[in-house]
């Protein structure tokens, strides 16, 4: 609960507390022209202060890293665990908080001493040190690791902030809102099962990642595109089977220094016997031809060399046919001679074969030798060779492997997030059963509020489903802004009260004019009423920033806003009128 909220900037409108409504105005004078508006007059800065207390980050943007505004500092007075807190805080130093209180010896994060300027906490302790007061969150230690709520998802919803666009949905206290911090922010809020919007977060990111993983593949950037597990195994099967037979010949071979000279001496020897064989045949040829002339070459018959020198004996002189008997040995000693030519002849041919084949016979056993050594071992350069088709086939192995690992991954991750996604689902719907006193209260709550305001009372529905808790309100037109404003005014008050209960809670909630947009006056009358009556039985505040122009005309009976309006007005017409009560 706020007591006070102060400045050290002079101009610095101050601000005094109460429990129950406060309600803070900003007046449109008499002297302002068409060009004034009360849009600049620290309404919304109202709601920016008590957050940059309470813990807010203070980035370059923030209104209080403005030249005009960083040396002042801010603070408020508040109650925290029943004890009286000032708390101060400035933008030149934002990462450091001074508090000041009386029984701050039983917190569980201790301030210290610096510079003088008094007891103080860094930002974060500050933090944790709220949560732990106000919402039972960890500290320390414990607080290290934990995917609980922060105290700044929680508190978000107690004082939503129109620059966070704190006013989209009821469910949302922010834009930039993830969902998973949506749901477990309010499963913790309505006293339900945290954890399994926690764990069920930690399934998505897995889904992404298993998404991120397929994508990557499709695209190359991991290889091709990752097949079936089973179709990638038989590829691995094969693969090794390769793999293993070029290592097993790489274990049993042998290297030969001299393999190349014994390939070349082999291949001469080819050629010489080839050479040899082809002379063989010629002379083979040759002795065939030799042997058949043999066998025709005989002398002419005596009786046919009488009868021829008896016809020339007629026709020549007696002379010519002298000495026959000379002519008849004449031609046997040509016969005797052609004869012994082809004898020789055939003899010459049948020792160059006989050569030839002895020549062969030992070519050919030297090749054979020479082709049983090539067999057995191996050349230098083979076996390099081999190793190197043996490195490529284990790097190949090892890349298939890592692709079948990945397929095999995102087959069965998938699968497992599908079961866990449901399992998630059972768990939800067993803890809205076990904790079904505190879902219908909530809707009950709910429904009353909202029939304050309305003749058709809005529905407060919790539904369990695969994707978490889905919180959703149905009324009859709430497409239309005003009554969407009004749904996040029955959420915050109900919120309000469950947690009243539950005696958890800042003991505050804020709503600045921008709630009210597009209301029709007669909710807005009632919404204040409702405010001002929920907050006084739950001993809390409801702090709300009006135009003036803007207040209803007629409020239900009983009801008297003027007891609620604080004194400070603000006002954009004079340049001292706002919050801060100067312009930056």
Not at 545 to 567: C, K, Q, V
Request: with cysteine.
């Amino acid at each position: 609960m706020i007591r006070e909220v102060f400045s050290t900037l002079p101009s610095f409108k101050e601000l005094r507390l109460r429990r129950g409504l406060n309600v803070l105005l900003a007046d449109r004078m008499d002297t302002a022209t068409d060009r004034q508006t009360r849009n600049r007059a620290g309404k919304s800065s109202l709601v920016e202060v008590i957050h940059f207390l309470l813990g807010a980050k203070a980035d370059k943007e923030s209104i209080f890293r403005n030249q005009s505004l960083r040396e002042a500092y801010f603070g408020c007075r508040m109650v925290v665990g029943g004890e009286k807190v000032t708390v101060r805080r400035s933008g030149s130093e934002p990462a450091r908080v001074l508090v000041d209180a009386d029984g701050m010896s039983d917190w569980p994060v201790r301030p210290k001493e610096r510079n003088g300027d008094g007891p103080s906490l860094s930002n974060e302790d500050w933090k944790e040190l709220l949560g732990w007061e106000w919402f039972g969150l960890p500290v320390g230690e414990e607080a290290k690791g934990s995917q609980q709520p922060s105290l700044r998802s929680l508190i978000s919803y107690f004082a939503r902030r129109e620059s966070a666009k704190g006013f989209l949905e009821p469910v949302r206290q922010s834009e930039e809102q993830s969902k998973w911090d949506q749901q477990v922010a309010l499963a913790y809020l309505l006293g339900l099962d945290w954890t399994i919007a926690q764990r069920l977060e930690q399934v998505r990111r897995q889904e992404k990642a298993l998404a991120e993983l397929r994508k990557a593949a499709k695209e190359g950037a991991i290889g091709a595109f990752i097949p079936k597990a089973s179709e990638l195994q038989t590829q691995l099967v094969l693969l090794e089977t390769n793999a293993d037979r070029v290592r097993k010949t790489l274990e049993s071979f042998e290297v030969l220094p001299e393999y190349h000279e014994l390939e070349r001496e082999a291949s001469q020897l080819t050629l010489k016997i080839s050479g040899l064989v082809d002379e063989n045949t010629l002379d083979a040829q040759f002795l065939a031809t030799m042997e058949l002339a043999l066998l025709e070459e005989a002398p002419p018959s005596e009786e046919v060399v009488e009868k021829v020198y008896a016809e020339a004996g007629v026709l020549l002189p007696e002379a010519i046919l002298k000495r026959l008997e000379e002519v008849r040995g004449f031609h046997r000693s040509v016969v005797a001679n052609r004869r012994g030519y082809l004898q020789n002849e055939i003899s010459g041919a049948r020792d160059r074969i006989r050569k030839r084949d002895l020549e062969k016979a030992g070519c050919d056993q030297r090749r054979a030798e020479i082709m049983k050594l090539l067999r057995s071992k191996g050349a230098l350069d083979q076996f390099q060779q081999l190793q190197r088709e043996l490195t490529r086939l284990d790097a190949a192995v090892e890349s298939l492997k890592q692709r079948f690992r990945a397929a095999q991954q995102l087959e069965s991750s998938k699968v497992d997030l599908d079961i866990e996604r449901r399992q998630l689902e059972s768990r939800l719907r067993t803890n809205l059963l076990e904790q079904n006193s505190r879902v219908e209260t909530a809707i009950r709550v709910f429904e009353a509020i909202s029939k304050s305001l309305y003749e058709d009372a809005g529905n407060l529905v919790l539904n369990p489903t695969h994707n978490g808790l889905e919180i959703e309100i149905k009324i009859q037109g709430q497409r239309s802004k005003g009554i969407q404003n009004m749904q996040i005014f029955c959420f915050d008050m109900m919120l309000m009260q469950l947690c009243a209960e539950r005696k958890m809670g800042p003991g505050f909630v804020i709503h600045d004019s921008h709630l009210f947009d597009g209301v029709d006056e007669r909710q807005v009358a009632r919404a204040l009423a409702v405010g001002a009556k929920k907050a006084d039985e739950c001993g809390w505040q409801y702090i709300v920033t009006m135009n003036s122009d803007a207040i209803p005309r007629s409020f239900p009976e009983g009801f008297d806003l003027t007891a609620h309006i604080l004194p400070v007005r603000l006002t954009d017409a004079r340049e001292d009128g706002g919050l801060f009560g100067i312009r930056f």
